[in-house]
């Protein structure tokens, strides 16, 4: 099955609301990086 070729980025927030110091959250919008090229790549 294709993968559809958009990346969820918890970091990008609208205008106004800004994101917490929670360090699971600054780790998440790299993990989903990683995990939208090997989509992307078949792996």
Same mark, same amino acid.
Not at 7 to 30: E, Q, W
């Given at each position: 099955?294709?993968?559809e070729p958009i990346n969820f980025? &918890? +970091?990008?927030?609208?205008?106004?609301?800004? &994101?917490?110091?929670? &360090? $699971? +959250? +600054?780790?998440?919008? &790299?993990?989903?990086? $990683?995990?939208y090229a090997k989509r992307l790549?078949?792996?």
């Amino acid at each position: 099955m294709a993968c559809e070729p958009i990346n969820f980025d &918890p +970091l990008i927030m609208a205008d106004g609301i800004a &994101p917490t110091n929670d &360090p $699971v +959250l +600054l780790f998440r919008s &790299p993990a989903y990086a $990683v995990s939208y090229a090997k989509r992307l790549s078949g792996q």
